[in-house]
Every structure is written in structure tokens, then in C-alpha cells.
């Protein structure tokens, strides 16, 4: 059975590996598209949007065309950050030989 300092440190030692891995995704980008990448977005794992990038055959494309692959492209790269920190979560957790199924409040 663990005493309670060794829980007491395991718990300091997950909180700072949760808060080094925080910090190591701001920077980490994703990237979404859409309109067979026609239309690229670039974010961080932050949230943080860093880039857009359109095609100029669409440059004379109706405003709400442009606007839905715009929507769709930022959609797609959010799936692809929200999927990038599960990942990087399951790893720490397998790492920290705990269930990488549990949940976490990011």
C-alpha cells in the first residue's frame, strides 16, 4: 500500500508532467483544409490560429463559398489539435504508468 507522501509526489510529479506537456503543444501546430486543399489553416495545439492559406483560383469564387471552406478548414484543423493532445496525453499517461483512458482537465 502507498504511504501518503509517495501519492503526494506522484500527484506534483503528473501536475508538473501535465503542465510541461501544456507548454510543449502552445507551439505545436496543425494543420486543416478543405475544397481539396483549396483552402489551408494552420493553428496551434493552444487554439491559436497562425495562418491561412487560399488558393487564388478561388479568389473569384462567391463569398459564401469561400466563407464555408474558410469554416470548414479552421473545423478541420481543430479536430486535428483536439485529436494531437489526446495523443500526447495518452502517451504521458501510459509514461506515468497510469490508465491513458483517464480523463484529465485540460
Known sequence: MMNFQQMMKQAQ??????????EKLMDVEVEGESGGG??????????????????NSLMNSDKETLEDLIVAAVNNATEAKDGRIKSETRSMMEGLGLPSDMNLPF
Do not use: F
Open 13 to 22: 510529479d503528473m501536475q508538473l508532467k501535465i503542465q510541461q506537456m501544456q
Open 38 to 55: 483549396m483552402v489551408k489553416v494552420v493553428m496551434t495545439c493552444a487554439g491559436k490560429l497562425t495562418r491561412i492559406t487560399i488558393d
